[in-house]
């Protein structure tokens, strides 16, 4: 069955320390990949995505994510946090299919919180 | 640019009552609408998507239904509201071909009481 796990859903880090956030998938094939933030009560906005291409991929923000085809994983990184990074962060998976494009699997979502 | 808008932005309802969410969004025509559910420390379930007028596929069977009366505009409704339909419900905009990205309205917080 095609799954997409965030393995940590509480993650406390202090502000300008390092913070990486790990995303597995399980899928047939090399999906589309996808890094979203949610800050409290908002919609959620795109920090990066990987179609193909160098594996490790720049976002907004400040963010990178490393996409690791052997581990199934695309953990999401950022050298030093702000406090303004303190949200949600949901890893995605789309299919390759055309069928299937824009349905979007979301995992459950890794609670940052930002310490001084 | 691509706009999308959801109201109402929060909506407290009985249980038993009737619902709808509304969400139109601008600037893009035949665009692919989705309808997500975030329930309290879960993340997202897709519920509804559409690829044109009048074309609803429903990817989990539940209490909600949803329409699409016009091009750029997606609906969410429910004939009686139940407790578990509690939840943030977010209208996302989305790519007509790989490489364009996936939008999300500002989300309605639902609490059925």
């Known amino acids: ?116 | 640019s691509q706009t999308i808008h959801q109201w109402p932005a929060t909506l407290v309802q009985p249980v038993g009552s009737p619902l709808s969410l509304e969400c139109t969004v601008e600037g893009t025509s035949n665009p692919n609408l989705y309808w997500y559910r975030q329930a309290a420390g879960r993340g997202l379930q897709l519920l509804f998507y559409s690829v044109g007028i009048g074309q609803i596929s429903s990817e989990v069977p539940q209490n909600l239904s949803a329409s699409r009366p016009q091009d750029r505009q997606f609906i969410l409704s429910s004939k009686k509201l139940l407790l578990s339909d509690s939840g943030f419900y977010l209208c996302a905009l989305g790519p007509g071909t790989p490489q364009e990205t996936q939008y999300f309205g500002p989300g309605t917080r639902l609490l059925v009481l």
């Open chain 1, 1 to 116: 069955a095609q799954s997409v796990t965030q393995p940590d859903i509480h993650i406390t880090v202090s502000e300008g320390a390092s913070l990486e956030l790990r995303c597995n998938y399980s899928y047939g094939a090399t999906p589309y990949l996808f890094w979203y933030v949610q800050s409290p009560g908002q919609g959620l906005q795109l920090l990066l995505k990987y179609f193909s291409g160098d594996t490790l991929v720049q976002g907004i923000k400040g963010f990178e994510a490393e996409f690791k085809r052997s581990q199934s994983s695309f953990n999401l990184r950022k050298p030093s946090v702000h406090w303004s990074d303190a949200a949600e962060y949901f890893c995605a998976v789309a299919p390759m299919t055309t069928d299937s494009w824009g349905k979007f699997q979301f995992g459950a979502g890794t609670q940052v919180v930002v310490t001084p």
